[in-house]
């Protein structure tokens, strides 16, 4: 497996502000990606983000609200724009390994209020 | 932590029985399927995975089933512990087709009886 660490953990934030998340890998990957997981649901997948390029996001998501950075292997931030409450949610990084394991960090656990 | 899942399907157990957590998928190309274990206020653990061209894959307590024919996923977990108490999702990709973002099931809660 791979060590996934996140930045901030847990956070609390005010509305219409913007907060970026940080995605270390101890390992360089091919293939990252941001899902979400809001309160009592399950995961949903934000955007895959693609090393020296633009990320590719998933219907729903869009690159103003979600913008995404990777500028290396190892490494991706994801930022959530002007955020409302809608966006208390745990953001999860995800990373896949030889073989097409796929893991997961700890999350982001943030609340907006 | 927070708790996932508050309004997961719950499925409760007594300590050292066998637990069977099910899962449907949709997408006949999906052809890799994992299962993961997420605890309250953290991320989800992978567990074990299964390729389409097996229908069976045995780990450590835990077995994983495959019936494509139905679209069908089980995990079964031998002798449960408290510490198997937590939200279990599935989840499918379609590798064959170069994707590797996964697709999620909404997930079931394990609640293991004392």
């Known amino acids: 497996s791979a060590v996934i660490s996140q930045k901030p953990s847990r956070d609390i934030c005010q509305r219409g502000t913007s907060l970026t998340i940080q995605c270390q890998v101890d390992s360089q990957v091919t293939m990252m990606f941001w899902y979400r997981q809001q309160p009592g649901q399950s995961l949903t997948l934000i955007a895959t983000a693609n090393q020296g390029s633009e990320a590719t996001y998933e219907s729903g998501f869009v690159i103003d609200k979600f913008p995404i950075s990777r500028p290396n292997l190892t490494f991706s931030t994801l930022t959530v724009s002007n955020m409302s409450p809608e966006d208390s949610s745990i953001y999860l990084c995800?990373?896949?390994?030889?073989?097409?394991?796929?893991?997961f960090g700890e999350g982001s656990w943030l609340t907006v209020v | 932590g927070e708790s996932v899942g508050l309004h997961l399907p719950t499925l409760s157990v007594q300590e050292g029985d066998n637990s069977i957590i099910n899962c449907a998928y949709s997408n006949s190309a999906s052809d890799y399927f994992i299962w993961y274990k997420q605890e309250s206020g953290k991320g989800p653990q992978f567990i074990i995975d299964?390729?389409?061209?097996?229908d069976k894959r045995q780990g450590q307590r835990v077995t994983v089933l495959l019936n494509k024919t139905v679209k069908h996923l089980s995990l079964q977990i031998a002798a449960t512990q408290p510490g198997d108490s937590a939200v279990y999702f599935c989840?499918?990709?379609?590798?064959?087709?170069?994707?590797?973002?996964?697709?999620f099931g909404s997930g079931t809660r394990l609640q293991v009886q004392p």
């Open positions: 995800s990373v896949v390994l030889t073989g097409n394991t796929i893991y």
């Open positions: 989840a499918e990709v379609a590798v064959g087709t170069g994707r590797r973002a996964l697709t």
């Open positions: 299964i390729r389409s061209n097996m």
